[in-house]
């Protein structure tokens, strides 16, 4: 209908999903916004507005929203949430009865929840679930804290991470981080590129099965029954009702994001599946689980200043191994459309193009699948009809010899842009004639998908979960790295400046403890309460590579972490790498030799996140000019130059660099002329003639003659300056003897100074 088309096409509510990875599908589908049609707008909404109200508590995400001018009016819906038949949010409570906790769960508004007493998620519980305090720690009317008797509560929490959104909730150490870096790091999640082999999290918060099942990317048996085949693309499961499900799977498919979405089986035949049971893996998970990074084995120190200022460390290996690296399809389109000069056609017979340029294209103009292409080659092949002009008799004979087929066409082909190199893994072709269904006046489309293999290398941004991004600053070789005692080199060198100022702790603790799961702990001799209550769960031993789950407010603290440290099961050699403060004795890769101080060595969840140099990095010798300033474009989609500014200017004015200003605003800029004659000097291997005018003074006057005012430009000896609009008029000009000025008095030659 009208109404869906208009919604679904100009609304401002209605987006493009961010299938970047899971995390960042799931939270697109749970956003919620105060901008758009009868909401607020940008400029207008206040600090107020904004701002964190006690009744987002359980329902909007207090973390979760973006940095920049939509901060605070774009927000997340909380884990537990939801939104009730009249558009209100609602969130769950137990009911507490007489002091004692039910398990009875009634979903409040925000207005309902005023009403009551309600108490924290970990207040601590009795057997019977009673309260075990004499006084128990509450909310009332507007938000306020207060101490009351257990028999005043009417509600309680359901959990500690009910305030929290989905991408905050899978922090692990939240409550130790910073709210600002929190921020970051629960948006960066939504950043993470799928990588090769993804990893699920050593240390987690226990969302990432919820959060992976929850996003759809893992596939799920709907009824229970025996898987009966299992292949790349399909996985047919026979369930006990005597039904047949076939399960099929997304194959290296391009995501909104250009990421690549592929899904693998993880189970084998005759396994037997429960409703719910994961079948296959999609991009970001691993087991069922989400996985957004690697485990990293981290150092915090400084390095020879290379890790200043947030920039990271790398070891060759991560390269090598391909630990992280990503793929990315890109998607090429092309149509032939009717023109007024007849119609465009897609064909491999294009003028002017040598054979070495279509050795990959068929017979149809198209390029094969499995070609390698790069910047600048064809992948489809297009002829456009020229104008038809007046054809000279040596045309006029090719036209009769050959027929039509010596008609003036021009090639449109379209190419790989400039930076951009892959493999074809596909190709559509929509046809009008074979009954698709293709916009007015479109014949044909082609679509292209290139697919690219990027490895890490200087330059990608990283990040941790807790708002800890760098960039690569640069590779080492693995035998220059810091190592271990037992000489295992570390994968990552951080630099512990970033930690301090910025208060995100949690990067810390999650270190240490990601160590602890690598390499496992045995506290069966410990008798401390901490260690007691590991016991009970059957964790008095554990060997090792272990998936540790640490939720978020509720989590383990740094006297669990101390113990399990210094109660670490030692390598194979009987070492104990790390001691009880987290800190390993290390040595300089290069020199042998060890570091004077201990140092914190553990292993961290590491992201790599969508700013990737390739598609950044840019070079520009000659391009495209605008039409009117007839400066180079700006940007990288351009083809463009790098904007040299007013600012700019005045830096070189005042170190007196003035010969290389003329040159940045004359010849490397807008003086038409002088460029050419430039360019043909570096050819030629000549002195660099003298720079012209820049149009954009000639520009300035003819806006000022616009205004009626008479400007002349005169030159240092008083003669008038004629400002010719290009060389071609004053070439003529001095060839015929025809003056071209108009300027009453002068010779019929152009007897003026030439610009």
């Known amino acids: 209908s009208a109404a869906l088309k208009e919604f679904f096409g100009t609304s401002q509510l209605s987006q493009f999903m961010d299938q970047t990875n899971p995390v960042a599908g799931l939270t697109h589908k749970r956003r919620l916004s105060a901008l758009g049609p009868g909401g607020l707008s940008r400029d207008r909404a206040g600090m107020e507005v904004r701002d964190v109200h006690h009744s987002h508590y359980g329902r909007m995400c207090p973390i979760e929203t973006p940095e920049g001018p939509n901060i605070g009016l774009i927000g997340s819906l909380a884990s537990f949430a939801r939104v009730n038949a009249f558009g209100f949010i609602e969130t769950p409570y137990r009911k507490v009865v007489d002091g004692r906790v039910t398990d009875q769960v009634d979903y409040l508004t925000a207005d309902e929840e005023d009403r009551y007493v309600i108490a924290q998620a970990n207040a601590a519980l009795d057997a019977d679930g009673t309260f075990s305090e004499a006084r128990v720690l509450v909310r009332k009317k507007h938000g306020d804290a207060d101490e009351v008797a257990p028999e005043d509560v009417q509600y309680m929490d359901v959990s500690p991470r009910q305030m929290v959104s989905v991408a905050t909730a899978l922090i692990p150490f939240l409550e130790h981080d910073d709210a600002s870096r929190a921020l970051m790091g629960a948006n960066m999640q939504r950043q993470a590129v799928p990588l090769i082999r993804n990893e699920a999290p050593f240390v987690g918060t226990g969302m990432e099965y919820r959060g992976a099942v929850d996003a759809g990317d893992v596939t799920v048996a709907e009824k229970a029954g025996v898987v009966t085949s299992v292949s790349a693309d399909i996985i047919d499961v026979a369930a006990d009702d005597g039904t047949y499900r076939s399960y099929r799977l997304a194959k290296f498919t391009r995501s909104n994001q250009a990421t690549c979405i592929n899904q693998r089986p993880l189970v084998t035949e005759g396994d037997r599946v429960e409703v719910g049971s994961p079948l296959a893996d999609g991009a970001c998970t691993d087991n069922g689980e989400m996985a957004l990074g690697r485990n990293l084995l981290v150092a915090f120190m400084p390095w020879e200043g290379h890790n200043y200022e947030d920039a990271i460390i790398l070891s060759q290996r991560l390269v090598q191994d391909d630990v992280l690296t990503s793929i990315h399809i890109e998607e090429h389109e092309i149509d032939a459309r009717d023109t007024k000069l007849g119609a465009e056609e897609i064909t491999r017979d294009i003028p002017n193009i040598g054979e070495d340029m279509l050795a990959n294209l068929d017979e149809r103009g198209i390029i094969r699948i499995g070609a390698e292409v790069g910047t600048g080659d064809i992948l489809v092949g297009k002829v456009t009809p020229k104008g038809e002009t007046e054809l000279t008799p040596e045309e006029r004979l090719l036209r009769a010899i050959f027929g039509e087929k010596a008609r003036e066409v021009r090639d449109t082909s379209m190419k790989v842009p400039h930076g951009e190199t892959g493999t074809v893994i596909g190709v559509r072709v929509f046809d009008r004639e074979e009954g698709d269904e293709l916009p007015p006046g479109v014949n044909q489309l082609v679509r292209v998908y290139v697919a690219q293999k990027r490895k890490i290398s200087d330059g990608d941004k990283l990040a941790g979960r807790h708002g800890n991004k760098g960039v690569i600053s640069k590779i080492l070789p693995v035998e220059d790295m810091p190592f ?58 554990v060997e090792g590579d272990a998936r540790l789950a640490t939720p978020v ?203």
Not at 501 to 516: A, K, Y
Not at 517 to 537: C, H, N, Q, S
Not at 725 to 750: C, K, T, V, Y
Request: aromatic fraction near 8%.
């Open 484 to 541: 271990l005692e037992d000489g295992t080199p570390v994968d990552i060198v951080l630099n512990p400046l970033g930690v301090p100022s910025r208060m995100n702790v949690g990067q810390v603790l999650e270190t240490h403890l990601g160590w602890v799961a690598k390499t496992g702990w045995d506290i069966a001799d410990v008798a401390e309460p901490w260690a007691d209550r590991l016991k009970d769960v059957g964790l008095g031993r």
């Open 553 to 755: 407010f509720d989590g383990a603290n740094e006297h669990e972490i101390a113990g399990l440290l210094e109660h670490g099961l030692p390598q194979r050699d009987g070492l104990q790498l790390v001691d009880a403060g987290g800190k390993a004795k290390l040595f300089d890769g290069r020199s042998g030799e060890p570091y004077p101080e201990r140092v914190g060595v553990g292993y961290i969840y590491m992201l790599k996140l969508h700013h990737l140099v390739d598609d950044k990095i840019h070079a520009r010798s000659t391009g495209p000019y605008s039409m009117i300033t007839q400066q180079p474009l700006g940007g990288k989609a351009q083809f463009g130059g790098q904007r040299f500014g007013e600012m700019e200017v005045w830096a070189l004015e005042a170190y007196g660099a003035a010969w290389a200003l003329q040159e940045l605003l004359t010849i490397k800029s807008d003086d038409v002329p002088g460029r050419v004659k430039v360019y043909e000097a570096i050819v030629k291997g000549e002195n660099i003639p003298e720079p012209g005018i820049p149009e954009s003074f000639k520009v300035l006057v003819k806006e000022m003659k616009s205004l009626c005012l008479n400007v002349e430009v005169l030159s240092s000896d008083g003669q008038v300056v004629e400002l010719r609009d290009s060389e071609d008029d004053f070439r003529s000009a001095e060839e015929f003897g025809i003056d071209l000025s108009r300027r009453p008095g002068a010779d019929s030659f152009a007897a003026l100074d030439e610009v």
